[in-house]
């Protein structure tokens, strides 16, 4: 019989003697957790919750960039994933459903499965193929659906949210932050 240690006893001696390292302060190892950076908390509380449904992440960032301040924001991958994130309970108050993805042929299913969800609040379709006059005139004759011309000048957006959720004294009460 061998009274030399099996390869696998020699690696188990050697991790348990790194370990007494580590406890002892002797030895950091590279995969060591680091605690996370803390968060700051907001001590004022996010507006209206509002769904931004797009594949493209520059247009997810853009439509971020004017609306984060005052709103709860909940973006999406696309429909699918709008869905997923419904179907796990998070509500949105308003949706926002980017037109030009390659997802287009299911907008129409997906804004019917928002009526059977009982959604009551605005949808703003966004889309490059707008004419700002179609898209004014669209917006003006639809309590629950509105459209907003790709790209918007800057305020549009949270200007046409304001608007269609009755927040619109919301940019004045804000400035001031």
Do not use: N
């Amino acid at each position: 019989m061998s009274s030399a240690p099996s390869p696998l006893i020699r690696r188990a001696q050697s991790l348990l003697d790194a370990r007494h390292l580590v406890e002892a302060g002797a030895l950091r190892l590279p995969l060591e957790p680091t605690p996370a950076p803390a968060r700051r908390h907001r001590s004022v509380p996010k507006g209206p919750r509002v769904m931004l449904v797009s594949e493209e992440p520059l247009f997810r960032l853009a439509m971020g960039r004017e609306l984060a301040s005052d709103f709860e924001l909940v973006p999406t991958l696309g429909i699918a994933s709008a869905d997923r994130r419904m179907d796990l309970g998070v509500v949105p108050e308003a949706v926002i459903v980017d037109l030009d993805s390659v997802e287009r042929a299911a907008v129409p299913t997906f804004l019917a499965r928002l009526v059977d969800r009982d959604l009551s609040g605005p949808r703003i379709l966004v889309s490059s193929h707008f004419r700002p006059e179609v898209a004014a005139a669209y917006s003006a004759s639809s309590l629950t659906h509105f459209a907003l011309s790709r790209p918007w000048r800057p305020g549009a957006l949270r200007t046409l949210v304001e608007s269609v959720m009755g927040l619109s004294g919301l940019s004045a009460m804000t400035v001031g932050r």
